[in-house]
Protein backbone atom coordinates (compact mmCIF):
# COMPACT_ATOMS: atom_id res chain seq x y z
CA UNK A 1 0.00 0.00 0.00
CA UNK A 2 1.02 3.86 -0.32
CA UNK A 3 1.12 6.59 2.26
CA UNK A 4 -1.46 8.37 0.66
CA UNK A 5 -5.04 8.11 -0.73
CA UNK A 6 -7.37 10.43 -2.72
CA UNK A 7 -10.96 9.96 -3.74
CA UNK A 8 -12.90 12.26 -5.25
CA UNK A 9 -15.38 10.29 -7.03
CA UNK A 10 -19.26 11.22 -5.79
CA UNK A 11 -20.38 7.98 -4.56
CA UNK A 12 -23.29 7.66 -7.01
CA UNK A 13 -20.57 7.44 -9.79
CA UNK A 14 -19.07 4.75 -7.85
CA UNK A 15 -22.48 2.64 -7.25
CA UNK A 16 -22.46 3.02 -10.86
CA UNK A 17 -19.65 1.34 -12.09
CA UNK A 18 -18.89 -1.07 -9.57
CA UNK A 19 -22.57 -2.36 -9.71
CA UNK A 20 -22.68 -1.85 -5.69
CA UNK A 21 -24.63 -0.13 -3.38
CA UNK A 22 -23.24 1.70 -0.28
CA UNK A 23 -24.61 1.14 3.38
CA UNK A 24 -27.59 3.19 4.10
CA UNK A 25 -26.55 5.94 5.65
CA UNK A 26 -23.11 6.50 4.72
CA UNK A 27 -21.95 9.53 3.37
CA UNK A 28 -18.83 9.60 1.30
CA UNK A 29 -17.14 12.84 1.32
CA UNK A 30 -14.11 14.03 -1.05
CA UNK A 31 -10.70 13.94 0.49
CA UNK A 32 -7.57 14.18 -1.02
CA UNK A 33 -5.16 13.43 1.05
CA UNK A 34 -6.02 10.11 2.96
CA UNK A 35 -3.98 8.50 5.48
CA UNK A 36 -3.76 5.74 7.75
CA UNK A 37 -6.55 5.20 10.09
CA UNK A 38 -8.69 7.19 7.66
CA UNK A 39 -11.87 5.48 5.86
CA UNK A 40 -11.86 4.43 2.44
CA UNK A 41 -14.67 2.66 0.30
CA UNK A 42 -13.68 -1.06 -0.14
CA UNK A 43 -15.57 -3.98 -2.12
CA UNK A 44 -14.38 -7.46 -0.39
CA UNK A 45 -15.03 -10.79 -2.06
CA UNK A 46 -17.47 -11.28 1.11
CA UNK A 47 -19.99 -8.72 0.14
CA UNK A 48 -19.35 -7.62 -3.79
CA UNK A 49 -22.50 -6.21 -4.01
CA UNK A 50 -21.94 -3.89 -1.18
CA UNK A 51 -19.58 -0.35 -0.85
CA UNK A 52 -18.37 -0.85 3.03
CA UNK A 53 -16.27 1.77 4.58
CA UNK A 54 -12.41 0.10 5.88
CA UNK A 55 -9.74 1.70 7.99
CA UNK A 56 -7.11 2.42 5.76
CA UNK A 57 -4.30 0.65 6.91
CA UNK A 58 -2.87 -3.16 7.83
CA UNK A 59 -3.08 -4.78 11.08
CA UNK A 60 -2.23 -8.76 11.09
CA UNK A 61 -4.39 -10.96 12.70
CA UNK A 62 -2.14 -12.41 15.33
CA UNK A 63 -1.54 -8.24 16.81
CA UNK A 64 -2.33 -7.70 19.93
CA UNK A 65 -2.99 -4.00 19.28
CA UNK A 66 -4.67 -2.11 16.46
CA UNK A 67 -2.07 -0.98 14.00
CA UNK A 68 -1.65 0.98 10.48
CA UNK A 69 1.23 -1.14 8.34
CA UNK A 70 1.52 0.32 4.65
CA UNK A 71 3.65 -0.08 2.10
CA UNK A 72 3.48 -3.91 1.91
CA UNK A 73 5.77 -4.81 -1.16
CA UNK A 74 4.60 -7.78 -2.79
CA UNK A 75 8.41 -8.79 -3.67
CA UNK A 76 8.93 -8.67 -0.33
CA UNK A 77 12.84 -7.95 0.57
CA UNK A 78 14.16 -9.58 -2.64
CA UNK A 79 14.54 -6.44 -4.57
CA UNK A 80 16.67 -4.57 -2.44
CA UNK A 81 17.76 -2.42 -5.77
CA UNK A 82 14.43 -1.33 -6.25
CA UNK A 83 14.16 -1.97 -9.89
CA UNK A 84 10.90 -1.23 -11.60
CA UNK A 85 11.12 -3.47 -13.77
CA UNK A 86 11.63 -6.56 -11.16
CA UNK A 87 10.04 -9.72 -12.02
CA UNK A 88 11.53 -12.31 -9.40
CA UNK A 89 9.56 -14.10 -6.40
CA UNK A 90 6.97 -12.46 -4.28
CA UNK A 91 8.32 -12.69 -1.24
CA UNK A 92 4.71 -11.42 0.32
CA UNK A 93 3.41 -14.75 0.68
CA UNK A 94 6.40 -15.65 3.05
CA UNK A 95 6.12 -12.94 5.93
CA UNK A 96 4.16 -13.72 8.77
CA UNK A 97 2.85 -10.15 8.56
CA UNK A 98 0.82 -10.44 5.43
CA UNK A 99 0.76 -14.76 4.57
CA UNK A 100 -2.73 -15.51 5.93
CA UNK A 101 -4.50 -12.21 4.61
CA UNK A 102 -3.03 -12.28 0.83
CA UNK A 103 -4.47 -16.12 0.44
CA UNK A 104 -7.71 -15.17 1.20
CA UNK A 105 -9.00 -11.73 2.70
CA UNK A 106 -8.54 -9.74 -0.80
CA UNK A 107 -10.49 -6.60 -1.93
CA UNK A 108 -10.93 -3.64 -4.25
CA UNK A 109 -10.17 -0.42 -2.65
CA UNK A 110 -12.00 2.15 -4.52
CA UNK A 111 -10.36 5.64 -4.76
CA UNK A 112 -8.97 7.57 -7.31
CA UNK A 113 -5.52 7.57 -6.20
CA UNK A 114 -2.70 6.49 -4.58
CA UNK A 115 0.01 8.48 -3.42
CA UNK A 116 3.59 7.45 -2.61
CA UNK A 117 6.76 9.96 -1.94
CA UNK A 118 9.75 8.43 -4.38
CA UNK A 119 13.59 7.92 -3.23
CA UNK A 120 15.41 10.56 -3.98
CA UNK A 121 18.52 9.76 -6.00
CA UNK A 122 21.44 11.21 -6.55
CA UNK A 123 22.15 12.82 -9.75
CA UNK A 124 25.89 12.15 -11.13
Known amino acids: MCGR ?12 RFNAVFKK ?3 LSENVNISAGEQLPVIT ?3 PGEIQLFTYGFTPHWAHKQTYMLNARSEGSHNVENEMNYKGTLGIF ?3 MFRHAIK ?18 EIK
Not at 5 to 10: F, S, Y
Not at 104 to 121: G, H, M, N, P, Y
Open 25 to 27: NVQ
Open 5 to 16: ATIITPQEQLEK
Open 94 to 96: NKP
Open 104 to 121: SQRCLILVDAFIEKTKAR
Open 45 to 47: SDA
